[in-house]
Nanobody, 127 residues
């Protein structure tokens, strides 16, 4: 059974940094793409970043390029999202998701094609 558990979200001031963690079990990173998503109140869930199966490619949304970094620790079965220079508009619930996907890079996976989701972690950036 695929399980994903996010952690690391909290209240932080604008300009600050956070590292989110996604502890994964039930699958291996060489067959699954992993994505970080966020959903702000009243808005649709959107992709923030993703890493393809086998770490073959990485995608970042334009809004976070240069500020956020996705990485994996295969030994710990954990995916991280390092967030720097945070802005109030980054306030949202952040989710990690995983999908068995080796046919293409993760940038081509639609949000609704991910079948496995964590419960989310709240990130609040104060101005």
């Amino acid at each position: 059974e695929v399980q994903l558990v996010e952690s690391g979200g909290r209240l932080v001031q604008a300009g600050g940094s956070l590292r989110l963690s996604c502890a994964a079990s039930g699958f291996t990173f060489d067959r699954y793409a992993i994505g970080w998503f966020r959903q702000a109140p009243g808005k649709e869930r959107e992709v923030v970043s993703c890493i393809s199966a086998g770490n073959t490619s990485i995608y970042y949304a334009d809004a976070v390029k240069g500020r956020f970094t996705i990485s994996t620790d295969n030994a710990k079965n954990t995916v991280y999202l390092e967030m720097t220079s945070l802005k109030p508009e980054n306030t949202a619930v952040y989710y990690c998701a995983a999908q068995n996907w080796v046919v293409s890079g993760c940038a081509l996976i639609l949000v609704n094609e991910y079948r496995n989701w964590g419960q989310g972690t709240q990130v609040t950036v104060s101005s």
